[in-house]
């Protein structure tokens, strides 16, 4: 069990005020700033809900309870080591600094000072001219400096900080974003009002409402186990943390001295940095474990992460350690960020990797991860063709139950990461590729609603009829300026209308490719004013593939069994498109 010292109510200036103890974010225990403008509205909203209640006298109101926040707290309180809160403390800064900054364009004598009060008191100051800045709030090692060079620098003299530094991670770009966001709240708030005199007094009401009114709970406790104990029960309740900060925070606590911190802080300053996007990391981190394991689902993946390790590091730790893990997740990283960049350097194996993210076919990243640690990428071809044909003609046509294939899928990523042959993987994934007879009648009767999938299966047919063909302009393909479009249209008129109209107007025989923007007035209606559009089509999957047919000219009606037609069509084209046997492992 934890040991709290105690648990203490505290307001925003009480915890990052001039005269406390610093607050400092360890750089072995916490993430980089994470919120998006989802959060970050959510936080103004409920801050301008509070001032208004706050201005009406009602006792109730006087005070916001924003949340706990978790410190390890020496004997002698000199500083505060924070293990949860950064989000809203960094939030809150944030927003300080938005109404120094627009107190200070004001350019009256009496915002000014209240600027420079707002930045010596709460954000940042120096003691003596030649001291060093002493800031409030010190975030972690992924985000110090540029949150120092963004939002804490401030200069008195020219009523700005200097911003100098680059965005080089998606943290900082959250931050800006932050920044900006809440800055044209602000703005907008006062375009309300009509002399400087009523901004002036809107502007120091906020204030007083973050200084005074936001109140937290600090949570005091003596040691990092202790913190993290309660940080975790904290966060296993909500949303607050994820996989990723917990598996850090976890290698963190397991670490044996500080070369095995150094360790993990390297691998996590790779994970920053080869990754544009947050979520791509989490799905890296299970996709890892995935490949090594099995399947594991997201919401179990830190308990498994954590039981499993601690296992290991418990038992062998001088074969199995922190240091191991961690720089096993390093090397991977690197690797996955090339696949989801489709940036291997090999344009077939290229090519399709661009296919598997179309698709969002991430159930074949975990293999094609294990199958990169010990295979070069252009080995590594056959694999990648042979899981995409199954996951289209099981998945995507065959509309059957994805656990199965994942579950085969990744028990091949298992064994490869464990040392099986890569030629084994490869027929092995192919015995489970549907057969044609079954992949024509899925593809004959499919019904594909979700845009992203048919528009790869109908580009997919378009390349394959453009091969076929020798027409090598794919200009049109190449700058995606092309849409899907529904021939029998998805709102034709009532007397145009099928009684079947949902059954058909999604079937992939009804579906099409056509060049520019789609346009909604044209796209609806009937064929004979609108057939010229695809008869002179540069898409060959409109000009070539029977669309007529869906059309009876004599009685001016749409035909739906012209749709069965042209899909069977399609179905025959498709066998080549997606073989069950991949030619290089016939």
């Known amino acids: 069990m934890a040991i709290i010292k105690q648990a203490a109510r505290q307001t925003l200036g009480q915890l990052i005020g001039a005269n406390n103890p610093i607050v400092t974010v360890p750089d072995d225990s916490q993430r980089q700033y994470s919120w998006t403008k989802k959060e970050v509205d959510v936080y103004w909203a409920d801050i301008e809900k509070f001032k208004e209640g706050r201005e009406s006298g009602k006792e109730s109101s006087s005070e916001y309870f924003i949340g706990p926040v978790v410190t390890i707290t020496a004997e002698q309180v000199s500083g505060r080591a924070l293990l949860d809160g950064q ?3 960094t939030t809150s800064t944030i927003l300080l600094a938005v109404i120094r900054d627009v107190l200070w364009q004001t350019n009256a004598p009496e915002a000014k000072l209240s600027a420079n009060n707002i930045q010596r008191d709460y954000i940042a100051r120096k003691s003596g001219r030649k001291d060093p800045m002493e800031y409030f709030l010190v975030l972690s090692l992924f985000d110090r400096d540029f949150f120092r060079d963004y939002i ?49 007094d809107y502007l120091d009401s906020l204030r007083e409402c973050l200084i005074y009114g936001l109140v937290f709970v600090e949570i005091q406790t003596p040691t990092s186990s202790d913190a993290n104990e309660v940080f975790e ?19 963190m606590e397991k670490s044996r001295g500080l070369h095995e911190k150094e360790r ?17 990391i989490e799905k890296f981190l ?15 993946l830190y ?22 893990f961690a720089a096993e997740l390093e090397n991977a ?11 291997t350097g090999d344009p077939d194996f290229d090519a399709s990797l661009s296919e598997i993210k179309a698709l969002s076919a991430d159930a074949l990243y975990p293999l094609l991860l294990s199958a990169s640690e010990n295979s070069a990428y252009h080995e590594m071809k056959d694999l990648a063709k042979a899981a995409l044909s199954y996951y289209v003609r099981w998945t995507v046509v065959g509309t059957r139950e994805s656990t199965l294939l994942e579950e085969n899928l990744f028990g091949v990523a298992k064994e490869l990461s464990r040392g099986g042959a890569l030629g084994d993987a490869v027929k092995r994934v192919v015995g489970w590729v549907p057969d044609d007879d079954a992949f024509y009648v899925a593809f004959r009767d499919a019904s594909i609603p979700k845009q992203a999938q048919s528009r790869y299966l109908l580009t997919k047919l378009e390349v394959f009829l453009r091969s076929e063909a020798d027409v090598h302009d794919e200009l049109a393909l190449a700058s995606g300026k092309i849409h899907v479009d529904n021939i029998y249209p998805s709102r034709p008129s009532e007397s145009l209308k099928s009684e079947d109209h949902e059954a058909w107007v999604n079937r992939l025989g009804n579906l099409t490719l056509l060049t520019g923007r789609r346009n909604q007035v044209i796209a609806n209606l009937p064929y004979s004013e609108k057939k010229h559009i695809y008869s002179d089509s540069p898409m060959l999957v409109s000009s070539r593939t029977q ?28 066998l080549k498109v997606w073989p069950s046997i991949i030619p290089e492992c016939a």
């Open 87 to 89: 989000q809203r403390l």
């Open 152 to 200: 804490q620098t401030w200069s008195e003299i020219t009523g700005e900080c200097a911003r100098t530094e680059v965005a080089t991670r998606p943290s900082h770009h959250l931050i800006k974003d932050a920044y900006s966001n809440l800055y044209s709240k602000v703005q907008s708030r006062l375009q309300c009002f009509a002399d400087d005199e009523d901004r002036l």
């Open 233 to 251: 029960t904290i966060n296993s309740r909500g949303k607050d943390l994820s996989t990723v900060d917990l598996v850090r925070n976890f290698l």
């Open 264 to 280: 993990v802080n390297n691998a996590w300053r790779s994970l920053l940095d080869d990754f544009d996007r947050r979520e791509d």
């Open 286 to 300: 299970r996709h890892f474990w995935v490949s090594r394991h099995g399947d594991v689902k997201s919401h179990s």
């Open 303 to 324: 308990v498994t992460i954590r039981k499993s390790l601690t296992d290991h590091f418990d038992r062998r730790p001088q074969i199995y350690g922190v240091g191991t």
């Open 333 to 343: 990283a690197s690797r996955y960020a090339e696949l989801l960049s489709q940036n």
């Open 547 to 574: 669309v007529d047919s869906l059309w009876d000219s004599d009685a001016s009606i749409w035909r739906m069994q012209g749709i069965v037609e042209r899909q069977e069509y399609l179905a025959s084209i498709a």
